[in-house]
């Protein structure tokens, strides 16, 4: 899969609209990175508080703590970002991206809702590669 991205993104330059969409999806992200980790490390100053611990473990703890809560906010945004990007109209990005996931997810929702929209207007399901 590495080949197929990295030939498609090789000189690649994005339209307006992929490049509109990229950006609110690494901002989101970034928001949701800074909160996650404020969240986990506040939790963990407050679990520590009291604790008869060194001030190394102590900043140890709040540090890694708030690395993992970060990473897990940021993830939070990978779901929402790929919905933003799949809804681009007449964009090679999205073409490419619904490509992989038919590949490696051959049930993924999008997939089976364009089976049953083409279902519903009795057009003929898009076929498996």
Do not use: H, W
């Not at 404020?38 to 190394?56: D, E, F, K, M």
């Amino acid at each position: 899969m590495d080949s197929l991205v990295s030939k498609f993104l090789r000189g690649y330059q994005p339209t307006s609209a992929e490049s509109e969409a990229l950006r609110a999806c690494g901002s989101d992200a970034l928001q949701r990175a800074a909160a996650g980790s404020v969240v986990a490390g506040g939790a963990t100053a407050v679990l520590l508080r009291g604790r008869n611990a060194s001030i190394a473990v102590r900043v140890g703890m709040l540090t890694l703590c708030s690395v993992i809560g970060g990473y897990a906010g940021a993830l939070t945004a990978v779901r929402s970002c790929a919905e933003r990007v799949l809804a681009l109209e007449n964009s090679p990005l999205a073409n490419e991206a619904r490509m992989v996931l038919y590949d490696y997810i051959p049930e993924n929702r999008m997939r089976i809702s364009e089976i049953e929209e083409a279902e519903r207007t009795n057009a003929k399901p898009p076929q498996e590669s």
